[in-house]
């Protein structure tokens, strides 16, 4: 009896979806899944990552696999960990001409964010009734503004969202074995905050189809011993400063959550804390919900991503503390913006948990039907507000531009080239013969 008692409590809180998705579904996925990546691609800011090559997708990854052998390559930690997926697809794109990587570097992470969508939809069955609710979340992978900036369309930012995808793979119990089980092996090998996700891969370990657990961990495994004795560059020496990590941590998550990074420098300036305030409590009535009417598997799913967002949020920022990240620096929590990405996600995870569950008094259907006009109100208005945005705009070097600065000097009888690319003063050497 005593040795049920741990699978019996496992399968209570990671629950097995009642059936699998019908036919019709899985055509309406493939839809959304196109529909996703067009968006990522389309987009003012998508469009110009199709020729604009990001910071390590070309200094780092690009190089790498042009310059160096494949396995020494995917070895090879950056940051103080592994980033084998990102390295694994620059192996494939070096196949490819030249001129063609920017484009190959976006088109691929915009397909790899569609598939992580794609997993939140199917894992959530067993958590959220409502096949909207679930098609929402998942959409928020695509559309939540703190994904679309800095993060938008490469892969050196793609961990944000492979660790999300994890978490949801983790959870699909029912999941296809073989292609989960190899998705979290290459998130946990690509992502140093994979190690907050082992008790929910432990726990699955009590339950039946072990296989994606198993990879999990094994990848896990080889992470956090690349951690361990890998060489990490730390950005700051600045001291950290509690009070203004606990309000960089206020206005990168729930407020950035509903208002996106870029209006942050609109709002603060000007409310001060009491835009935390507000977005605390749109942010709260749901999760409180979801933790008095949701069954046991939704509390603790409520409970466990509220957790993940303040745990994320906070290692981010104290990990990587800098003076530039206090919120009265220069608009405010755009330096670092990617920290914000699973944090928000983990909270809107939460916040989804409520909005689903239905309270059985009149008073609370009324108080949460309101919350989730509401809440949907705000994100769509935020999502406009970033489309009208222009900063996250690449207006660099164009890299068919850069490619050709590249062949001229090749041309004038230099040995080497320089390739330029996005962020400014970003920039990586090859040899000429490999240019040609």
Known sequence: MTSE?????????????????????WFGMVAAFLGSVAFLLLIPAGWARLD???????????????????????VEPYGGYLQT?????????????????????????AVLRALIALIVFAGSKAYLRSTPMRFALAALVIVLP?????????????????????????????????????????????????????P????????????VPIAFLTGLVVQGTTMIFATRTVYSHDAVDPVQVLLASLLRVPVAAFTGSERVDDFYPALGNAVIVAALL????????????????GRALALVAAAYSAVVIVACLVLNWAAILQVQYHEVVMAGQRYS?????????????????????????????????????IVVVSIFWYLQESSPVLKGVPWDESVANARAQCAAGAPEARLEHEPKNWFFVLPCTLLN
């Open 200 to 211: 929910i891969a432990l726990t699955r370990l009590v339950l039946p189809r072990k296989e």
């Open 85 to 109: 997926l990102p390295r694994l697809v620059a192996e494939v794109i070096a196949l490819l001409p030249i001129e063609w990587t920017a484009a190959a570097f976006a088109v691929t992470a």
């Open 341 to 377: 990405i699973a944090p928000c996600l983990f909270l809107f995870t939460a916040i989804f948990v409520g909005l689903d569950a239905t309270p059985a008094p009149a008073w609370g259907r009324a108080v949460v039907g309101a919350s989730r006009y509401l809440i949907g109100i």
């Open 282 to 297: 749109v942010a709260a009535l749901p999760v409180a919900a979801g933790l008095r009417f949701g069954d046991r598997a």
């Open 5 to 25: 008692r741990p699978k019996a409590l496992a399968d209570s809180v990671i629950p097995l979806p009642v059936d699998p998705p019908h036919e019709r579904a």
């Open 146 to 198: 703190v994904g679309n900036s800095e993060t938008l369309n490469n892969m050196s930012n793609l961990h944000w969202f492979l660790l999300y995808g994890a978490f949801w793979a983790l959870l699909w119990r029912n999941a296809p074995r073989v292609p989960i089980a190899l998705f979290v092996f290459l998130a946990a090998v690509s992502s140093p905050l994979v190690l907050f996700l082992a």
């Open 52 to 74: 604009h090559l990001w910071s390590e997708d070309g200094a780092k990854f690009a190089v790498g696999a042009m310059r160096f052998p494949a396995l020494e390559n995917l």
